[in-house]
């Protein structure tokens, strides 16, 4: 673990590098290699008339800034969660984040005719929303207290119920189920940057309330009398990082689908180095998950090319060495 | 088990009517249990898509004739309907003692990557020896993977002990690994391999004749008892590392036993039946609200629940979308889940 403050800051820098590395090679390197002169052109005089050009500004522009934010997004929501629910398991979609965007997808495509990405978009969100404001009022306790142990179960049965319900339906509608195969199945390609924009504002704010939570979440790793202590009651300290849980997770399942191990495996790998206080745990997750889901995504394109290996798979194959050592590494 | 009752007599001091009255309590659930499962049973061999009759079936039962109800009641849903017990069984007793073990409600035989071990054997199989080899050696391949996977996380989570925080660790990072290379060969596989994979992942009992049946039966038989044997230990443990040692437990011995029973029993369980894991996530906590603490009450109960979900989950499998036979893995959590959250809302003012 990195002790010294210097050195947990010489951390972050060479995360932030690795991130703008790993950006770069996103964007120049794929099917069509785009080399440095052309990339730098684009930039400063967008030419719509040169294919390269075109790939780089409706291809793999978005494709680099959705896996970042979405990496990041993803790895700081599984931190929360991971303290809110004391729970090394949890994970966003403990949350029923991801079984309720799933089962809303399901249902705007083969229920109602919604097709174009911005409407998925819109359902996904909608049903990560939904399914989380149920898990949180099923979990709460008499006097409005969320226990982690509740907050979990309630997360499982939740998760479960979406999940069957999808799955019902998938089988009435096989043909819904080719189109929403997609999406499941956890992809940062083809998306455009005009989807991302209605959601940028979700993530900033999410962004500032974890900024302002920090020390309220190191708090809560020592109990829940600790924060009484900072002035503000647990419960509505949990509420506000839980908001910032499904504001972050909720926008990237509508973003990229189902994307797992990011939200559960990065915290455990940034806590291994930076340790457990949030002010260095959250910046950390963000950039390891950042640059974790940009590599995976750039190596998935050449793995089996031309055929795209599902980002989610290259993640997991790329973290997993390290995530082991760092678990072995740990002191019991 | 006696000695578990006297145990948590010595922890919280209850008087001798309380501990009567929760015997009794508990000993018509277990009843109660047992008289549903019976009553399903009987249910599930009635049903189907051959038009048969309740009196029909038992009279078939009783007395095998040559006729068509015989070999359907025997020779077809018979089988099929015990291994949905055993699996359910085992499941969820496997289940009952990782997140008893680990002390942690997410726990389930994923976490030590008995399934994902399993699935990633089995996909292995199809795609590699699909074409050349039997279907029959599927479950053996799925069991070696269990196994394999299962000794693999303990041999990378070893440092001269086994702590469980560790142990979950490298066993979530170990399946997530696992899974990908299964989602990466089903994507390279050809379509009908693919097919295959997926129904296996999903959970299906379809087909079961009665050498899988006799196939599962073993590991039930001897793990359970070992499992109950161990109870004590179990509560022991519940308590601390440092109260189970002063109570005279050799915690490494313990954990190990427990641990092999319940890759035992989940990876057989998973090499019969396929990924209906979410069986031995669900199904202990459906139990432990219904009968409270301690493992050695735990253990019958989660065992019954399992069985009861994973018999409805492939009963609807069977009849719901006829003539279609659904893979049971889709029901189960649509069986489990809605009782469970009615669970969860009655109990919100009693427990946790």
Redesign the interface.
């Known amino acids: 673990m990195l002790n010294q403050r210097t050195s947990r800051v010489v951390g972050l820098l060479l995360g932030l590098m690795l991130v703008a590395a790993a950006f770069v090679a996103s964007v120049m390197l794929g099917t069509t290699e785009i080399a440095w002169p052309t990339f730098l052109e684009a930039l400063l005089h967008y030419d719509s008339s040169r294919v390269a050009h075109i790939i780089l500004f409706t291809e793999r522009l978005p494709r680099a800034v959705i896996a970042a934010l979405v990496g990041a997004s993803l790895a700081i929501a599984g931190a929360l969660m991971q303290t809110l629910t004391r729970n090394p398991l949890a994970s966003p979609s403990i949350l029923g984040i991801n079984a309720g965007a799933m089962f809303f997808v399901v249902i705007a495509v083969s229920l109602l005719p919604l097709h174009a990405p911005a409407e998925v978009v819109g359902a996904a969100l909608l049903g990560a929303v939904v399914a989380a404001c149920l898990v949180v009022v099923l979990s709460r306790g008499r006097h409005g207290e969320l226990s982690p142990l509740r907050v979990v179960l309630a997360g499982v049965a939740v998760t479960a119920m979406f999940v069957s319900f999808s799955q019902g339906l998938l089988i009435i509608d096989r043909q819904g189920f080719e189109s929403v195969l997609y999406w499941l199945a956890g992809s940062v390609s083809g998306r455009e940057l005009s989807l991302v924009v209605p959601l940028l504002p979700l993530f900033a704010g999410a962004l500032l309330l974890c900024a302002l939570l920090v020390r309220h979440a190191n708090a809560l790793l020592l109990g829940d009398d600790m924060v009484k202590g900072l002035g503000i009651r647990a419960g509505t300290i949990k509420l506000l990082l839980g908001l910032a849980v499904i504001l972050l997770a909720g926008s990237s399942v509508a973003l990229a689908g189902m994307i797992g191990f990011v939200g559960l495996i990065v915290p455990h790998m940034a806590r291994g180095l930076f340790g457990v206080d949030h002010r260095w745990l959250l910046p950390a997750c963000a950039l390891l998950g950042a640059s974790l889901l940009l590599l995976a995504d750039v190596a998935s394109r050449f793995l089996m090319a031309p055929q795209d290996v599902p980002v989610g798979v290259m993640t997991a194959l790329i973290g997993t060495p390290f995530f082991i050592h760092l678990a072995r590494r740990k002191s019991a | 088990m006696t000695h578990s009752p006297s145990l948590n007599h010595h922890l919280t001091p209850t008087s001798d009517a309380t501990a009567e009255a929760g015997r009794a309590r508990y000993a018509s659930l277990l009843g109660l249990l047992g008289v549903v499962l019976l009553a399903s049973m009987g249910l599930s061999l009635s049903l189907g898509s051959f038009p048969t009759s309740f009196v029909e079936v038992l009279h078939s039962l009783a007395a095998p004739q040559d006729s068509d109800i015989a070999f359907i009641v025997w020779e077809l849903r018979l089988p099929r309907l015990l291994l949905a017990v055993l699996v359910g069984a085992a499941l969820a007793v496997a289940g009952a003692i990782l997140q008893s073990m680990v002390r ?4 389930s035989p994923d ?1 030590i990557g008995i399934t994902s071990g399993a699935a990633l054997a089995a996909v292995a199989f199809l795609a590699l020896f699909g074409t050349t080899l039997s279907i029959h050696w599927l479950p053996a391949a799925a069991l070696a993977g269990a196994l394999l996977a299962a000794l693999l996380v303990f041999l ?2 070893w ?1 001269g ?1 086994v ?1 469980p ?2 142990l ?3 066993g ?3 399946s ?2 696992m ?3 299964t ?2 060969l089903i ?2 596989s050809d379509d009908a391999a693919a097919m295959t994979a997926y129904v296996w992942l999903t959970g299906s009992l379809y087909a079961t004749q009665w050498p899988d049946v006799l196939g599962m039966l073993p590991w039930l038989l001897v793990a359970v008892p070992l499992c109950l044997v161990y109870a004590r230990h179990m509560d022991a443990m519940a308590l601390g590392d440092a109260v189970a040692q002063g109570l005279g437990v050799n915690l490494l011995r313990s954990r190990l036993v427990l641990m092999a029973c319940s890759v035992a029993l989940a990876g057989a369980a998973v090499a019969f039946a396929g990924g209906l894991s ?1 069986v031995g ?2 199904a202990p ?1 459906i139990a432990s609200r219904l009968v409270g603490r301690g493992f050695a009450r735990l253990v019958p109960a989660a065992a019954l629940v399992g069985a009861l979900i994973v018999l409805y989950a492939d009963l609807l499998g069977r009849v719901a ?1 006829l003539p279609k036979d ?1 893979p049971a893995g ?5 069986v ?3 009782f ?2 009615y669970l ?2 009655r109990t ?2 009693h427990r ?1």
Not at chain 2, 104 to 107: E, F, I, Q, S
Not at chain 2, 330 to 334: A, K
């Open positions: 942690n409600p997410l726990a976490v990378l989570a440092k002990s702590a925080s560790r979950v660790l490298v979530i990072g170990l997530a690994a899974g990908a290379v989602t990466l994507v390279i979410f996530l669900i906590h979308f659904l889709i029901f189960v959590s649509g489990g889940a809605p469970f959250v969860l809302h919100r003012y946790g």
